[in-house]
């Protein structure tokens, strides 16, 4: 088993197992993103309430869900990075912080936007805004350390703590909307009892979150082989990759 | 697995660890501030400032909106559903504000124990439906709270 953990931490396996299936995840992810973007837009009946406003939930909720979860990816990846020394660990923390980065602020962003017709203001410091802001911070802190130390191993160190560090924050921003009074409302998806949406409002939701995981694994896997390769161009393999255009 | 990594895997543990434990007690001990708003419970017992900028939330009592007919003055109930504050609001309110649902304002408490507010936010709730459902709802409610004796009949066949 550990064999298998160290074959992946190879740079130069990834970068020829990930050329492999990179064009499934960025064609099924458009593919599903397309589709719940229509299906979630165009055909899905509008709220009681908020009519058609609520729409914009379906950017909403994947970016704010992929953004916490790419921290946790990152997170794991920190732990990787300290304790075994991987290298693509790193890679994966350098080449991910800035797509959290923007998926943070479109979440922001979109929750903004949705805040002022239903709450009647953009911005208020509860407790679910301010810890997402928290993140937004924590995905920049992440990519300017990195930037700061010029040292490979000693950066990635740096950004590893800083990571792992910053993940105390996402139960913080799961669990604000229950544990404080907060004008955010609480979740409506929960993995003990039923979504408070008809399916005909959640299907379209979850092919939305789908694809934007395939679409961020895709950005993931170009942004790894760049950074692998500027990192190993000196080694063999990858010289022979740019004479010949294969690994 | 090696022995140094196993060192370095309880260390970052302890880390984590650790950093929760003192995260948690900040938040604990920080609840009020980290609180938006006082609930009608917490503002009847007392437990707000009086004349200080507060938020208070809760639901809006089902009848108690009076609206002034001349001016943009409005006066209604806010509820946690065990207390209630009387609030007080110049201005318009947000598209979602009704009877029943959630809100949050922002003002000062005053000497007797009304809300002067001047901002009121609405809060909605984490469910959503299609607008057919929701006046079938209603429609079943509405049906419910006649003599329950219609809604049992179908069981004594």
């Known amino acids: ?247 | 697995m090696h022995p140094i990594r196993k060192k370095r895997l309880t260390i970052v543990l302890f880390l984590l660890v650790g950093l929760s434990v003192a995260v948690a007690l900040t938040t604990y001990a920080l609840r009020q501030n980290i609180n938006l708003f006082y609930d009608p419970s917490q503002i009847s017992a007392g437990e707000a400032p009086v004349d200080v900028r507060i938020r208070a939330g809760g639901m809006v009592e089902e009848g108690s909106v009076v609206r002034d007919p001349d001016s943009l003055k409005v006066a209604f109930m806010v509820t946690d559903y065990s207390a209630s504050v009387p609030v007080e609001y110049v201005g318009i309110l947000p598209d979602l504000f009704a009877e029943g649902q959630g809100i949050v304002a922002m003002g000062r408490l005053n000497n007797e124990g009304r809300f002067v507010a001047d901002q009121v936010l609405a809060k909605h709730d984490e469910n959503y439906m299609p607008p057919e459902v929701a006046d079938a709802l209603e429609k079943a409610s509405k049906a419910g709270s006649k003599p329950a004796a219609v809604n049992a009949a179908p069981a004594t066949y």
């Not at chain 1, 928290?134 to 990195?146: E, H, R």
């Not at chain 1, 959640?202 to 500027?230: D, H, K, N």
Request: aromatic share 14%.
């Open chain 1, 1 to 247: 088993m550990w064999q298998i953990f160290h074959k992946l931490g190879s740079p130069k396996w990834f970068f020829g197992i990930s050329t492999r299936f990179m064009p499934w995840l960025l064609v099924g992810g458009i593919m599903l993103l397309l589709a719940g973007a229509v299906w979630g837009l165009a055909f899905a009946p509008k709220d009681y309430l908020q009519g058609n406003s609520y729409r914009i939930i379906y950017i909403h909720v994947p970016a704010a869900f992929l953004a916490q979860s790419v921290y946790i990816m990152m997170a794991s990846a920190a732990i990787v990075t300290l304790v075994w020394r991987m290298k693509l660990a790193d890679v994966f923390v350098k080449a991910v912080a800035p797509v959290g980065l923007v998926l943070t602020f479109l979440a922001l962003f979109t929750g903004a936007v949705w805040g002022k017709p239903t709450w009647g203001t953009w911005w208020i410091w509860d407790a679910r805004l301010t810890s997402m802001l928290i993140l937004l911070f924590l995905y920049g802190g992440v990519i300017a350390l990195d930037r700061a130390i010029n040292d490979e191993k000693s950066a990635a160190r740096a950004v590893a703590v800083l990571v792992l560090v910053g993940v105390v924050n996402i139960p913080i921003i799961k669990y604000s909307v229950e544990w404080w009074n907060t004008l955010h409302q609480p979740a409506t998806f929960k993995l003990t009892e039923k979504p408070s949406m008809p399916a005909e409002m959640w299907v379209p939701l979850l092919l939305s979150v789908l694809g934007l995981y395939l679409v961020f694994g895709w950005l993931a896997c170009v942004r790894m082989q760049t950074e692998i390769l500027s990192r190993e161009q000196r080694t063999r393999w990858v010289k022979e990759f740019v004479m010949k255009g294969r690994v």
